[in-house]
């Protein structure tokens, strides 16, 4: 599954739903206005609960919706011959040694495999007791 795809999908769901809830809560208080504390307390959350179950549920289809979508390095919007288009991973991507994707065999690396570079600065700083997040430390330990 490419998320960063499935993501646009997702923010435009959570909006819709955040809208919802907002109009829902204007309604909830609405209804509850002249009512004594106990009574309103109880009938707003009513409303809200009501409200959260159904988004769970609906939530939860949604969810396998975008397994059904986004599967299969395609993006399937309908069921005819012409209803998926292939989702094309970048170059960089699949050369990056890192990500590991064209690395990858039965007997490993399961992994990317980090940089030389990268893994030196974190050696020589383990080595010379410093944190390799701290530039200015290793500098110290240098001198």
């Known amino acids: 599954l490419n998320f960063q795809l499935i993501?646009?999908?997702?923010r435009a769901k959570a909006s819709i739903v955040e809208d919802e809830?907002?109009?829902?809560?204007?309604?909830?208080?609405?209804?509850?206005?002249?009512?004594?504390?106990?009574?309103?307390?109880?009938e707003l959350a009513k409303c809200g609960n009501?409200?959260?179950s159904a988004k769970v549920a609906e939530w939860w289809e949604y969810a396998f919706s975008l397994f059904g979508r986004y599967s299969r390095y395609g993006i399937t919007t309908n069921e005819s011959e012409n209803g998926q288009r292939m989702q094309v991973y970048p170059?960089?991507?699949?050369n990056n040694?890192?990500?590991?994707?064209?690395?990858w065999a039965a007997h490993g690396p399961y992994h990317?495999?980090?940089?030389?570079?990268?893994?030196?600065v974190q050696a020589l700083?383990?080595?010379?007791?410093?944190s390799?997040?701290?530039?200015?430390?290793?500098?110290?330990?240098?001198?």
């Open 97 to 103: 040694a890192e990500v590991g994707y064209s690395l």
């Open 7 to 10: 993501n646009t999908d997702v």
């Open 112 to 120: 990317g495999i980090p940089e030389p570079s990268r893994l030196g």
């Open 21 to 42: 809830g907002q109009k829902l809560v204007e309604r909830c208080f609405a209804r509850v206005k002249g009512m004594d504390r106990d009574r309103a307390g109880e």
């Open 91 to 94: 170059a960089w991507w699949l």
């Open 132 to 143: 390799s997040q701290s530039p200015t430390a290793l500098l110290l330990v240098l001198l």
């Open 50 to 52: 009501a409200f959260a």
């Open 125 to 130: 700083a383990a080595a010379l007791g410093a």
